[in-house]
């Protein structure tokens, strides 16, 4: 199989589809491998890296989009490039379709074959492919938290741990999931006075069973949820329904209720966000103030850290690029139960129903889709 690496093109994001190595594991197994020039630059990788692997350099994504029969990326594809897919070919990416009417709408319309990292599963119900990114975002959510409450960026001007005599910052976390908890893990490491929230007793049983008193543990109800946001200093907004939009759990009423200068860092803005207040930011212009709250709302955190992203997102996409080289798509996909879990798009039809309804469109199941394949 023709498989192609474009470049990512979306702002500062560095982060590359496959490293040398995992292309290497390709041509290993006699597929051809076209990587754009300077693919891999944001990551480390130079072109030579992925000559010495045996992929084929090609001047332009025109070349990619022209001839690969499998496209790997790491974002989902902007305009220029979803103009130039196929009927017939893969796409193999995060999509974040259901805040997004104008992707689905246009690779409705390309006819190719659209598989989204993010509802890929495993065999405990897991999402495999989003875990090693929202590692990377819940971890940095922090670090992004403390600078925004700095006086410079217009928040209360304060330090997450404090110091000997004078009381640390309340950091409020939604949701203890992946992020959740690699937030959490940073937060305590910095000393911050935490309080975690979610529905899942479980998974508010783990983090107990983890760090114990040095953090608190809510269940989520109405009440709990804003008393915890009226007294924070900082909130992480860590929800996630999968291909589902984010709820909105932070009304603008509630937020006018948080004391000036707190700030939120929204790692759910990929799938809409979980603030009523939010709107995507880029690296280049991250934050933004509104009701006096500092917020952070940048819609690919991981890609500030391409290094370690990049080669934690290939340890986990890997195997599965190589089952739909070595198997083509639609063998891949009628084997692998959980790669079908991330057919969203094929033959100009929505194979996701959780984004036809977030999105009022017509949708039919990714095992219905199989047939059109």
Not at 50 to 62: E, S
Not at 98 to 125: F, M, R
Not at 235 to 251: N, R
Request: hydrophobic content about 40%; charged content about 20%.
């Amino acid at each position: 199989m023709i498989v192609g690496l474009p470049k990512e093109i979306k702002n500062h994001e560095y982060r590359v589809g496959l490293t040398p190595a995992a292309v290497l594991e390709l041509t290993h197994r006699s597929h051809q491998v076209l990587v754009e020039t300077d693919a891999g630059l944001g990551s480390g990788f130079s072109d030579e890296d992925y000559q010495r692997a045996k992929a084929t350099i090609v001047p332009n994504a025109k070349d990619i989009f022209s001839k690969a029969e499998l496209i790997v990326k790491v974002k989902e594809p902007q305009s220029g490039e979803r103009a130039a897919l196929n009927p017939g070919q893969t796409l193999f990416t995060y999509l974040h379709l259901a805040p997004d009417i104008p992707q689905t709408e246009e690779l409705i319309s390309s006819g190719a074959t659209c598989i989204a990292y993010e509802t890929v599963s495993d065999n405990q119900g897991r999402l495999p492919l989003l875990a090693p990114m929202s590692e990377v975002a819940g971890r940095m959510s922090i670090q992004a938290g403390t600078r925004c409450l700095e006086k410079a960026q217009g928040g209360r001007g304060l330090l997450l741990g404090g110091v000997p005599g004078v009381e640390a910052a309340n950091v409020v976390i939604l949701g203890a999931g992946v992020v959740g908890s690699n937030a959490c893990q940073m937060a305590v490491g910095l000393g911050a006075n935490i309080f975690v929230l979610d529905k899942s007793v479980d998974a508010l049983r783990r983090l107990d069973t983890n760090y114990g008193n040095r953090i608190h543990t809510l269940f989520s109800t109405q009440q709990a949820l804003e008393q915890s946001i009226i007294q924070a200093d900082l909130v992480i907004g860590a929800v996630l329904i999968p291909g589902a939009a984010a709820p909105k759990l932070v009304s603008r009423n509630l937020l006018k209720k948080m004391k000036p200068g707190a700030a939120i860092v929204d790692v759910a803005i990929d799938q809409g966000g979980c603030f009523e207040t939010s709107r995507a930011t880029t690296h280049d212009d991250p934050i933004y103030i509104e009701e006096n709250i500092v917020h952070y709302c940048v819609a690919n955190m991981p890609g500030a850290l391409s290094r370690t992203a990049t080669q934690a997102l290939n340890n986990a996409t890997l195997p599965f690029v190589i089952e739909l080289a070595d198997k083509g798509t639609k063998k891949a996909l009628t084997d692998n139960h959980h790669l079908r879990q991330g057919l969203s798009i094929t033959r100009h039809t929505l194979t996701c129903p959780l984004v036809g309804e977030a999105q009022g469109l017509p949708s039919i199941t990714a095992e219905d889709g199989l047939s059109l394949l």
